[in-house]
T-cell receptor, first 112, second 111 residues
Framework: GDSVTQMEGPVTLSEEAFLTINCTYTATGYPSLFWYVQYPGEGLQLLLKATKADDKGSNKGFEATYRKETTSFHLEKGSVQVSDSAVYFCALSGSRDYKLSFGAGTTVTVRA | DVKVTQSSRYLVKRTGEKVFLECVQDMDHENMFWYRQDPGLGLRLIYFSYDVKMKEKGDIPEGYSVSREKKERFSLILESASTNQTSMYLC??????????FGSGTRLTVV
């Protein structure tokens, strides 16, 4: 079945550092790929998405590119802020239904 | 903005109790979902529904049931709560994969 594997955390960074969270997937067909973010005490929010190979999703300075050849969707941000401290989830939706499959989540803490 | 409202942020229940978790969305979405979130395991799908009175099992349905009598409301039922059901429960709704909206979650503790 479809599955997502993402980098284990926790990750601790200083402000203005570069952030990468690795995500790889296993799926049949052509899934859509997502990054969701969960701030402390809140539900999940969609951060960015990509629906086909070579698409780049971007939002709030974060970027991820859908790489079919490496089955990856790594999240990057060039200069993190304290406000980026959150749990980040990689997710995919299969080509045949609306269900989302999530990775285990990566906790990111940014220190001033 | 679409709003998904979960009736309780925190619940404490006793082992063996029947527990109802309520979720209401206000944007006429067909699709609704219940996930549980546990550290190191991410989100796991319990049940979902693509239409009123319709339900399908997700990856971990054991010990749970659901009800969807109206389009806007999707209830998760723990028939006989157990301590291993202590978790964060998240409800979501969508029109498609692109439009998932999550509620704030209900943190359930079973003692």
């Amino acid at each position: 079945g479809d599955s997502v594997t993402q980098m284990e955390g926790p990750v601790t960074l200083s402000e203005e550092a570069f952030l990468t969270i690795n995500c790889t997937y296993t799926a049949t067909g052509y899934p859509s790929l997502f990054w969701y973010v969960q701030y402390p005490g809140e539900g999940l929010q969609l951060l960015l998405k990509a629906t086909k190979a070579d698409d780049k999703g971007s939002n709030k300075g974060f970027e991820a590119t859908y790489r079919k050849e490496t089955t990856s969707f790594h999240l990057e941000k060039g200069s993190v802020q304290v406000s980026d401290s959150a749990v980040y989830f990689c997710a995919l939706s299969g080509s045949r239904d609306y269900k989302l499959s999530f990775g285990a989540g990566t906790t990111v803490t940014v220190r001033a | 903005d679409v709003k998904v409202t979960q009736s309780s942020r925190y619940l404490v229940k006793r082992t063996g109790e029947k527990v109802f978790l309520e979720c209401v969305q206000d944007m006429d979405h067909e699709n609704m979902f219940w996930y549980r979130q546990d550290p190191g395991l991410g989100l796991r799908l319990i049940y979902f529904s693509y239409d009123v009175k319709m339900k399908e099992k997700g990856d971990i349905p054991e010990g749970y049931s659901v009800s969807r009598e109206k389009k806007e409301r999707f209830s998760l039922i723990l028939e006989s709560a157990s301590t291993n059901q202590t978790s964060m429960y998240l409800c979501a709704s969508s029109l498609s994969t692109i439009g998932y909206t999550f509620g704030s979650g209900t943190r359930l503790t079973v003692v």
